[in-house]
T-cell receptor
Framework: AQSVAQPEDQVNVAEGNPLTVKCTYS??????LFWYVQYPNRGLQFLLK??????LVKGSYGFEAEFNKSQTSFHLKKPSALVSDSALYFC??????????????FGAGTQVVVTP | GAVVSQHPSWVICKSGTSVKIECRSLDFQATTMFWYRQFPKQSLMLMAT?????????EQGVEKDKFLINHASLTLSTLTVTSAHPEDSSFYICSALWTGGNTGELFFGEGSRLTVL
C-alpha cells in the first residue's frame, strides 16, 4: 500500500523568509514523488518530481525538494517566500513498479499562507 | 508541459438535472484519464479511471449510474452527473495520462465547480 503524510494543515511564513512544507511517504519499492500546487478554484499545477538521481530536485517558481530515503521524506522548500506562493500544496507518491497511475496517492494538502 | 482542458469551469444547475463536464487533452493522446472529486480544503478523491474505448473503472463507493463516464476518443473524456442533487455539489478535476518517456506523467485539468441548487 502507498501513503503520504503531510503533517501540517497550514504553514504560516512571512514574505522573504524560508518556506518548508513537509511530506513523508510509504511505498513498496522505489518511489515516484511529486509536488503540486493548487490555487483557489483551479486544478493542480505541477511543481516538481523525483524519480531517480540527484536527491535535490529543482522545480518551478523557485521551489525545490529534497528526497531523503532513510527518512522517507520529500520536503518542499523555497528560500524566500512570496505572498503569491500562498496556496494549497499537495505531495503525491506512486511506486515506480506500480502500473496504474490511478494509484497515485495524494497527501491531505498543506495550506501555505505568506504574509507581507 | 502538456495541456489538459476542462469545461465548463463553473456550472450551476437545478436539482434533478444532468450536467456534463468535458476533459480534453489538447496536445497529446490519452488512452487513460482519471476523474477526481475534491471537497473544500480536502485532498483529491479518485472517482474513476476512464479508458478509451472501454468501460470506466469506478472506485469503491462511487455510483456508476450517477456519474457516467464516456471516453469515446483519445483526447476526450466526459463525466455526466445524472439527476444531480445538492450533495453532488463539489469541485471535479480530471487528469490525463501521457505515456511518452520512460515513466509517463499525469497532467491535470483546471477543475469544474458544480453547484446544484
Amino acid at each position: 500500500a502507498q501513503s503520504v503524510a503531510q503533517p501540517e494543515d497550514q504553514v504560516n511564513v512571512a514574505e522573504g523568509n524560508p518556506l518548508t512544507v513537509k511530506c513523508t511517504y510509504s511505498v513498496s519499492g522505489n518511489p515516484y514523488l511529486f509536488w503540486y500546487v493548487q490555487y483557489p478554484n483551479r486544478g493542480l499545477q505541477f511543481l516538481l518530481k523525483y524519480i531517480t538521481g540527484d536527491n535535490l530536485v529543482k522545480g518551478s517558481y523557485g521551489f525545490e525538494a529534497e528526497f531523503n530515503k532513510s527518512q522517507t521524506s520529500f520536503h518542499l522548500k523555497k528560500p524566500s517566500a512570496l505572498v503569491s506562493d500562498s496556496a494549497l500544496y499537495f505531495c503525491a507518491v506512486k511506486g515506480l513498479t506500480t502500473d496504474s497511475w490511478g494509484k497515485l496517492q495524494f497527501g491531505a494538502g498543506t495550506q501555505v499562507v505568506v504574509t507581507p | 508541459g502538456a495541456v489538459v482542458s476542462q469545461h465548463p469551469s463553473w456550472v450551476i444547475c437545478k436539482s434533478g438535472t444532468s450536467v456534463k463536464i468535458e476533459c480534453r487533452s489538447l496536445d497529446f493522446q490519452a488512452t487513460t484519464m482519471f476523474w477526481y472529486r475534491q471537497f473544500p480544503k480536502q485532498s483529491l478523491m479518485l472517482m474513476a479511471t476512464s479508458n478509451e474505448g472501454s468501460k470506466a473503472t469506478y472506485e469503491q463507493g462511487v455510483e456508476k449510474d450517477k456519474f457516467l463516464i464516456n471516453h469515446a476518443s483519445l483526447t476526450l473524456s466526459t463525466l455526466t452527473v445524472t439527476s444531480a442533487h445538492p450533495e453532488d455539489s463539489s469541485f471535479y478535476i480530471c487528469s490525463a495520462l501521457w505515456t511518452g518517456g520512460n515513466t509517463g506523467e499525469l497532467f491535470f485539468g483546471e477543475g469544474s465547480r458544480l453547484t446544484v441548487l
